[in-house]
């Protein structure tokens, strides 16, 4: 993995000492490794640095025709890429030599030509122009930070952090988002001068002018029609298996994150069925619970997946499974660590716990790639939808219950004398106060109701979406900020994140199935079942539960209730934590799951507190650029 960060500077005079100060803030992630880099007089310095000593000078750095390229990533049709340049397979040429050479035949547009998982940069010493662009739907990201008077851009945050301090201030929307699980679908970070670069998107900076390009959309795939159903699996399973090995292709040691689902299932055992016939094993890892938590949830709610996970692992013959309890981690601590690692609060704060501690042991045992199945609900997996209305939604259509919940007597009454209230100005309390610790005033201030409602949120979350629509709204590739997560997590731990799932031509080919193959003979997921049928457990196909990670959360903080009164003492110090959020409202939360933690509202409980924890813990990181 290579580090990129530089610097375009439209005042070289003022800015000379900017450059040295990113490097020194990415120094702990690659501190004396292999590195290269161009330096145009005080105009622009970029400069990639590998975590890997194997790396030459010439793979991170290449420069033809007065223009140089950095990059990182994975390039998987690189043969597609050497037919297009007119040249000779050589696998020894860097990717950088291919895709500088495209870009200089083909313009702007050579990005649509790369598969992959990819970032690049490229300076243009001819036009002046400084090119940034990244894949189209893969974990990875590049931030840019634009001043009056420069540029820069870094592939971690942090490196975005350390200079012309005076000018950083805290995203106080992106903080209300987090809050109140408002995704605000746009580039934003919790810095408001700080951008990441959308996936499937360029950007090009000439004079100190930006201009953003998309250059997929995912929402434009045209429908396939073939002509038998079993086409449509063979295709299915020859993308998956291309998409699994272009994944795994040159690790030295697999592992995967298998959980009791389709997704995490399947990944792991096209992975394993490619290794064993190179008489290759995968460790595969499983979060479970400390101690029994099926009492917490309903009967639906698998709660420790390893019911499913040891079954498969011994299916498949050459998978080494490890079932990560995560014994001695501090939620407390891992709290802490997430808000130095990503320089964010986090939405699922409190599931970072157990995905860390995968890491370390999978750290431990030298694994260097590690497979994921973020995406595969709305990839793999997806269910389909019935093409005709139920008589229950048809109800629901006529009598105008426009709610998620399930539609009875009592919950119809609720939801019309929620509406009446409304309507007469009633009610002045706001929903979020159900599932959020955000202060009142601070809401108040930034009209964040309006605000919601403006960009499309509903706060009730009672928006029923057309089920043709779904799927492309779970994909949402435009504004996908997830991959930047596991991208982090990469790069901390130096292991190699994919998750096949997201795969740009997989993605496509899903898109392009009609509904009538996923909700095929009156089953839902008909294609991944078929595909899949004798590959995965029959138990694991038929399966009614879903699964649920970090089912004990209550329980670990109940355990933990001195360090978290502590944490929320110190919060309730701070002007600005307390001008953001209710501080009362967390230690009532707090005080009910140390009352009991196996309370029905227990986890939700401790899903919003760690939640706020985040925001608190990172509004406490950066003092003075708050109100």
């Known amino acids: 993995m290579n580090i990129l960060y530089g610097l375009v500077s439209f005042d070289p005079d003022t800015n000379s000492d900017l450059f040295p100060i990113i490097q020194n803030s990415l120094s702990e992630f690659a501190p004396s490794l292999i590195s290269d880099s161009v330096d145009h007089g005080s105009h622009i310095g970029v400069q990639t640095r590998s975590l890997h000593t194997e790396f030459q000078a010439q793979e991170l750095l290449y420069s033809e025709n007065n223009c140089q390229i950095i990059s ?29 050479k495209l870009y200089l035949l083909l313009g702007d547009d050579f990005v649509k030509k790369i598969d992959g998982e990819w970032t ?40 975005l952090l350390d200079f012309d301090k005076s000018h950083l201030k805290i995203n106080e929307s992106y903080i209300a988002g987090i809050l109140t699980v408002w995704d605000r679908l746009n580039d934003e970070t919790a810095f408001e001068d700080i951008h990441f670069l959308l996936p499937a998107h360029y950007l090009k900076i000439i004079n100190g002018k930006t201009e953003f390009k998309r250059y997929w959309i995912a929402e434009n795939t045209p429908v396939l029609q ?17 998409s699994v090995r272009n994944r795994i292709q040159g690790a030295n040691k697999i592992g995967s994150q298998l959980s009791s689902g389709f997704d995490s299932s399947t990944i792991t055992t096209v992975a394993s069925e490619i290794l064993k016939k190179e008489g290759k094993s995968l460790t595969a890892f499983t979060s479970i619970p400390k101690e029994d938590t099926s009492d917490l949830f309903n009967p639906l709610t698998a709660t420790n997946e390893s019911y499913l996970t040891i079954p498969t692992a011994q299916f498949l013959g050459n998978v080494d499974l490890q079932l990560i309890r995560s014994e001695q981690v501090s939620i407390v601590q891992n709290l802490k660590e997430m808000t130095d690692l990503h320089h964010s609060p986090l939405h699922a704060a409190g599931n970072l716990f157990w995905i860390y501690e995968i890491y370390r042991n999978a750290g431990k045992e030298g694994i260097d790639t590690m497979l994921i199945g973020q995406f595969g609900n709305s990839t793999i997996s997806w269910t389909g939808y019935t093409e005709k209305n139920s008589v229950k939604e048809k109800i629901k259509q006529l009598i105008g ?101 997201a795969d740009k031509n997989l993605v496509e080919f899903c898109l392009s199935v009609p509904n009538e193959y996923y909700y095929r003979y009156d089953t839902p997921k008909w294609l991944i079942k078929t595909a899949m049928k004798g590959r995965l457990l029959d138990d694991l196909i038929h399966q009614k539960k879903k699964g649920r990670q970090a089912t004990d959360l209550s329980l670990r903080i109940a355990n933990e209730a001195k360090e978290f009164e502590q944490l929320l ?46 925001c608190a813990l990172f509004i406490q990181s950066h003092p003075n650029k708050f109100v």
Do not use: C
Request: proline residues 3%.
């Open 401 to 501: 219950f426009d709610s998620n919940e399930k539609l009875t007597i009592s919950s119809y009454i609720g939801l019309m004398s929620q509406k009446f209230k409304k309507y007469m100005g009633i009610d002045q309390s706001k929903i979020w106060d159900s599932y959020s610790h955000i202060n009142s005033k601070f809401a108040e201030d930034i009209d964040l109701e309006k605000r919601m409602l403006e960009s499309g949120h509903d706060p009730y979350f009672r928006q029923l979406v057309p089920n043709e629509k779904k799927q492309i709204q779970f994909i949402n590739p435009q504004f996908s900020k997830i991959g930047a997560v596991w991208h982090d997590l990469s790069y901390y731990f130096d292991i190699k994140t994919f998750d096949p799932s």
């Open 226 to 242: 073939l002509n038998t159903e079993m086409e449509y699996v063979t295709r299915f399973n020859a993308k998956l298996e291309q």
């Open 120 to 159: 690049l940069v490229i300076w243009n010493g001819n036009s002046k122009e400084l090119f940034l662009a990244r894949d189209p739907f893969g974990i990875g990201t590049i931030y840019y930070r634009k001043g009056h008077d420069y540029i820069a851009f870094s592939s971690l945050l942090k490196g």
């Open 569 to 614: 003492e110190s919060f309730d110090q701070n002007k600005a934590i307390t001008y953001y959020l209710d501080i009362q409202k967390m230690k009532d939360s707090l005080a009910s799951i140390i009352k009991d933690p196996r309370n029905k509202n227990a986890y939700n409980n401790s899903i919003y507190l760690t939640r706020s924890i985040s």
């Open 72 to 100: 990182t990533g994975r390039i998987d049709n690189r043969k597609d890429l050497f037919t297009l340049l007119s040249m000779k397979i050589d696998e020894s040429i860097p990717n950088n030599i291919l895709l500088l």
